[in-house]
């Protein structure tokens, strides 16, 4: 069974290998198809294998029997990612391809909705998958608001950043990393990061319509975030506050009310019986 697992193991670690060689592939596509620059290579190479190494070391500390097909569209999803940012980073030096910049946004956006649903219908869920799509989805999002500033100002880097700046406040806010309560209005305001920025990314739109379409997309994202952290400031009042009631009633004393005084009874005088003092009263 010992070596079942640890081949199980091994074939989830090469699944992810085998994402990075296709991720290589569609570099050498884009090379051929869209004359893909050095910078474009250098920073496609260097997301392909920074994607392998953190997911392979995330599989082995999640000791995962199996890769699983969710997060096999997921890996996908990654690969798609990847070509957007050798696109982006090209577009530093020469005007980007943007059909093919938009094609392959659409796609990785179309599957985010895909890996749920069958990690639900196979009933393969898994944190390590879960975490997977989020920063998948969060990188896209950077990537794309990159791109977007170029042509409506840095301020829309906000929208790509906001997440790994609440990120770096809860390394030193403990409180902010208490698990938040699913929330449908959270997803909802996510997915529509991606559909405006790539809205606005296909140069589709004047400049003014691009800014009508992205400004209430990082307003929604403002609200959400803010949301958030209210409820998270809000429990973690609740749970000090719970705490010291609790150690409150811990530390009070203890009073034990004094017991009452008991009536003593007269006892009969000293050597005495009862019957002599009777027999003198009779005789009296």
């Keep these: 069974m010992a070596l079942n697992n640890h081949d199980d193991a091994r074939l989830a670690q090469q699944e992810t290998a085998v994402g990075a060689g296709i991720q290589i592939l569609l570099l050498a596509l884009l090379g ?11 920073t496609g190479l ?5 994607t392998w190494a953190l997911l392979s070391r995330a599989l082995h500390r999640s000791r995962l029997r199996s890769f699983g097909p969710a997060n096999r569209v997921t890996l996908g999803r990654t690969v798609l990612v990847g070509g957007v940012t050798a696109l982006v980073a090209d577009s530093f030096d020469s005007a980007p391809p943007v059909p093919l910049l938009v094609g392959l946004t659409a796609a990785a956006l179309f599957l985010d909705c895909v890996d749920g649903k069958v990690a639900r219908r196979t009933g393969t869920s898994t944190a ?4 997977f799509d989020m920063e998948v989805d969060a990188f896209l999002i950077l990537v794309l608001s990159v791109y977007v500033s170029t042509s409506l100002g840095p301020w829309v880097l906000l929208i790509g950043g906001m997440r790994y700046a609440f990120v770096a406040a809860a390394r030193v806010l403990p ?5 938040l309560p699913p929330s449908m209005a959270r997803k909802t305001v996510a997915a529509l990061q991606g559909v405006c920025l790539l809205v606005a990314a296909s140069g589709l739109l004047p400049l003014v ?5 992205v400004l209430p997309a990082l307003g929604l994202l403002v609200w959400s975030f803010g949301r958030d952290v209210l409820w998270l ?15 409150a009633v811990r ?17 009969a005088p000293a050597g005495e019986p009862v019957e002599a003092m009777l027999g003198a009263a009779q005789a009296v």
């Design 32 to 42: 051929t198809a869209a004359g893909l620059g050095p910078a474009g290579w250098v």
């Design 46 to 50: 260097a997301f392909a294998i920074a």
């Design 128 to 131: 390590l998958g879960a975490r």
């Design 175 to 179: 409180w902010m990393n208490t698990p």
């Design 209 to 213: 319509a691009g800014l009508g379409v």
């Design 233 to 247: 400031w809000r429990t973690e009042r609740a749970r000090t506050a719970a705490a010291a009631e609790a150690g």
């Design 251 to 267: 530390e009070t004393p203890v009073t034990v009310p004094a017991a009452a005084p008991v009536a003593a009874s007269v006892p």
